[in-house]
């Protein structure tokens, strides 16, 4: 394994610094071999490696769209080095062997942290309770159980999923969307929606369901975690939940945050997402969420789809779009630059919360001697680069110049990404991965 010095490095936009990498951790600098690879850290960043807490990855069943290795070579590329692969596959991860399975992909690709989100529901049919338990136990021990994609509605089921979850030490990450109320819906209810003739989605649909777990959670004494936060009326409720003390977390995707419903004027299906985009006040109000902590977390909901699930009509088209290799330009770029949050922010809502809410070991002091070395080095004024890694092209930042290149990612002290480019990262086995 190589030895890394990187030089004069701004550890999280702050103090600079030297940082040394041996054997996969941090170390003294004093203590590198003779002929460390040498990294000229002056004008860049350091952040810890990103994690993030929800990812679809499409393998098994859709891999012209994503497989484990391209979506982890895309995280990389966006500086992530741990992330979690939602349950929705096809099959569904909803057993002790699927969710082996994905995280054995996982660590073959050798690219990031895999870790696999069981499903809550087996086939997230909403019928009945997958075998939690018996998902923990695996050796991929998933920490996070969710039906994302699907709401869990049913309150009886999602109750005992919670109770569960509780019992294993682990959280449910509810996808918050009442069906009743969202038939057939393809974007934000208002306006817009009754302009372009789409059946509306309304912020209620949201927020009830965040509201009924908060207070399902408090019966329970157990963790929930609500995933892409997307109306203003959600963090009014979250902030309450939060001040009765419930275990409850949330995320924000950057979609959320940057783009409105205004871009589907020309019901482009590139903006069709679930939760949908919402008004240019909801994405205010998300963004001082995260900056008064009622947000934990930023989390992409990378949702890759090929050409053909995005070229139709808006209605027939795929909910979903990239967002790995995006992520930390547009967190740059909402939250920072107006100066809501700081670059030591970034490092823990893209980090070490995530980490915490999945209970990734490792992230919890970054470029702390003897911890594992991951590790994003970003040129945060230069434009980024055109997402490269993924096997889809729904990109919904495409034209837009966003700022922050990511130059360098370490995982586990292995450079997988060199000057913005993917490195070859040896397989355990001596192959190399493509
Ligand atoms: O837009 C979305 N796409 N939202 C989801 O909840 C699921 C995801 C997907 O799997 O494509
Ligand atoms: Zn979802
Ligand atoms: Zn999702």
Known sequence: M????????????????????????????????????????HGLVALPGLVDLHTHLRQPGMEHAETVLSGSQAAALGGFTAVHAMANTQPTSDSPEAVQQVWEWGREAGYADVRPVGAVTLGLRGEQLADIEAMAASEAAPKVFSDD???VSDSTLMRRALDAARRVGAVVAQHAQDPGLTQGAQMNAGEQAERLGLT??????????????????????????????????SLDVIRWAKARGIAITAEVTPHHLLLTEDLVSEADPLFKV???????????????????????????????????????SFEESAFGMLGLET???????????????TLADVGRLMSSRPATIGQVPGYAQPFTP?????????????????????????????????????????YRGVATVIDGRLSEIPLQDGRVSE
């Open 2 to 41: 190589t030895d890394h010095l990187v030089k004069g490095v701004a550890l999280l936009g702050e103090d600079r610094a030297d940082l040394a990498i041996k054997d996969g951790v941090f170390v003294p600098v004093e203590s590198l071999g003779r002929n460390p690879t040498v990294i000229d850290g």
């Open 149 to 151: 994609g699907h709401c």
């Open 200 to 233: 509306g989605w309304p912020a209620v649909a949201e927020e009830s369901i965040i509201a009924r777990d908060a207070l399902l959670a408090e019966s329970l004494d157990a963790r929930v975690h609500i995933c892409h936060v997307s109306t203003a009326g």
């Open 274 to 312: 679930n939760p949908p985009l919402r008004t240019r006040e909801d994405t205010i109000a998300l963004r001082e969420g995260v900056a008064d902590g009622i947000i934990d977390i930023v989390a992409t909901d990378h949702a890759p789809h090929p050409a053909e699930a995005k070229s139709g």
């Open 327 to 341: 992520a930390l330009a547009v967190v740059l770029t909402t939250l920072v630059e107006p100066g809501l949050v």
């Open 370 to 410: 003897g911890q594992p070395a991951h590790l994003t080095l970003v040129d945060i004024s230069s434009a980024s680069p055109e997402p490269s890694g993924s096997l889809s092209s729904n990109n919904p930042y495409l034209g837009r110049s966003l700022r922050g290149a990511i130059l360098h990612t370490f």
